[in-house]
């Protein structure tokens, strides 16, 4: 039997990750019930510095501020200048937590984000009520993007929609997607010049009028960080999310050396992985990096992977 300060430690670690878990849904309840998208972006980005330096009494305390912050944003929905009041305050009380940290520069820092963000709210909603987006009936495909071989599979929903907040809303009332995140994939603008389509996806936001009909997700049920990998395989590019472990925490059991490995070990029975490379540096292979928050961006796509299917594996149908 490992030794009791080693359980304890464990018990300790698991508790934390138990919470993490809990404070991400909570999350993702108040993100997907604002109109103040880019300050409650960093509300969570404020929650995560918090995390990530505090001990598991200082988590719980979280946990509690945010259950307060869910209550509030759910009877002000919909209420921009209410719902600011609210992130606002939650952040003034989690920010005090770093303080005993002693991270001064981190927290002028994050005050300096929320301001900035609250800013960019104020007139992005000042755009919206000036030329508001009209509800229009849509028959929408939503693609998944949690492995591999699940964009052949997607749902097919039709209905009067506005922002891609109110599919959101549908997603989960429904029980098709617990928590979800929007992507849609973008071509141009020179972001990607690995392949001859351009093809990259980026993460829509809840206020943001409906671009496109066809709309890739993913659960936030159990994950913290991610990362979207453009995953390129014949003729067809298709995006997978990847969790990103925190600096020192396992991806895999036992841990993985490298991005490569993890790849090569996740996808073993349906892909050679043939290179690695990121969209917006494409010079030099990423195989042999760490996969983790510091190497990849949470929420970006700027990974991509090209592959070889193996024989066993089913053909994945995309759209064009």
């Not at 995390?51 to 912050?69: A, D, G, P, R, Y």
């Not at 997607?154 to 506005?162: A, D, K």
């Not at 990096?289 to 990974?303: I, P, S």
């Amino acid at each position: 039997m490992p030794p009791l300060g080693w359980r304890l430690l464990q018990a300790k670690r698991e508790n934390k990750k138990n919470v993490q878990t809990a404070i991400e849904a909570d999350l993702a309840i108040i993100r997907g019930n604002v109109s103040n998208i880019y300050q409650v972006d960093v509300f969570g980005e404020t929650v995560k510095q918090v995390v990530n330096h505090s001990k598991f009494v200082e988590t719980e305390t979280i946990e509690h501020i945010l259950q307060s912050v869910k209550v509030q944003i759910l009877a002000n929905r919909g209420k921009h200048q209410a719902c600011r009041d609210v992130l606002k305050e939650g952040s003034h009380e989690i920010r005090l937590l770093l303080r005993k940290r002693k991270r001064p520069e981190k927290l002028e820092e994050l005050c300096e984000m929320e301001n900035e963000a609250i800013e960019r709210d104020r007139r992005f909603e000042k755009r919206h009520e000036e030329r508001p987006n009209q509800p229009q009936r849509f028959e929408l495909q939503i693609y998944s993007m949690e492995q591999p071989g699940s964009q052949s599979r997607s749902i097919g929903i039709r209905g009067t929609f506005s922002t891609y907040s109110e599919i959101v809303w549908y997603l989960q009332t429904h029980g098709m997607v617990y928590s979800p995140e929007l992507w849609i994939r973008c071509e141009g603008d020179g972001i990607q010049t690995i392949t001859d389509s351009g093809y990259w996806w980026k993460r829509v936001r809840g206020t943001e009028g409906i671009e496109d009909p066809v709309i890739y997700t993913m659960s936030r049920k159990g994950v913290v960080d991610y990362h979207v990998a453009l995953v390129h395989e014949g003729d067809t590019e298709f995006p997978v999310v990847l969790r990103l472990p925190l600096v020192g925490e396992k991806c895999c059991d036992p841990a993985c050396s490298s991005l490569g490995e993890h790849l090569v070990l996740l996808w073993k029975d349906r892909y050679t992985v043939c290179r690695t490379l990121r969209i917006r540096d494409p010079e030099k292979s990423v195989f042999d990096v760490a996969l983790n928050t510091l190497t990849f961006q949470n929420q970006e796509n700027d990974l991509y992977v090209q592959v070889e299917k193996r024989d066993s594996a089913d053909p994945i149908d995309m759209p064009n």
